[in-house]
């Protein structure tokens, strides 16, 4: 969206947001993914709890950070993210491929859990390792958010399968 939408690239590229995500980074950072997230009235799906770098192919603790921007009231009611403060921390775990690539249920503190309902505008920035995800919507209220992706500027890529190692459950004899 960024190379084809001014507005969005505004607000990805704004200084002050990249200024503050240096500091977070601890250096430059570089956007290398931008998202529209929607989850329609009613029919909303579930995001199941994960950890954003499980996705991407950067050494498993990078510090990627994300940020994601309500475009609509966000609530728990029609999908706004729910996080594990400070699961980051744990490092990657594994995720399994259930409900979504994502994190067993009963692997995760959800009893820790906290909600993120946000206001049109609101931003949530979070490290690529926090245990973070939404429920369903019955709501009938739509709930569209952006979403950023930011990682050191320069880091290495790592292939598909070295990722998988770390995050996938192929071979570590572990059930979900
Ligand atoms: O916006 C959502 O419903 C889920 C966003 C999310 O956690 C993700 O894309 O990693």
């Not at 969206?1 to 250096?27: D, K, T």
């Amino acid at each position: 969206m960024v190379e084809h939408e001014q507005r969005v690239a505004v607000l990805a590229l704004h200084p002050q947001l990249i200024a503050l995500l240096a500091r977070l980074i601890g250096g430059a950072p570089e956007l290398f993914q931008d998202q529209a997230l929607l989850k329609p009235p009613l029919i909303g799906r579930e995001k199941p709890w994960h950890q954003d770098n499980a996705y991407f192919n950067v050494p498993p603790d990078t510090p990627v950070v994300g940020v994601w921007i309500a475009l609509d009231e966000a609530t728990p009611e029609n999908g706004c993210m729910y996080v594990i403060p400070g699961s980051h921390r744990e490092g990657p775990v594994v995720h399994f491929k259930r409900r979504d690539w994502q994190i067993c249920d009963t692997d995760v503190a959800a009893a820790d859990a906290w909600t993120v309902p946000l206001q049109p505008g609101g931003c949530l920035i979070f490290h690529g390792l926090l245990h973070h995800g939404t429920p369903p919507s019955r709501s009938p209220l739509r709930r569209r958010a952006l979403q950023f992706h930011y990682k050191p500027a320069g880091v290495a890529q790592i292939a598909p399968a070295q990722r998988l190692a770390v995050f996938g459950s192929e071979g570590k004899d572990v059930t979900c």
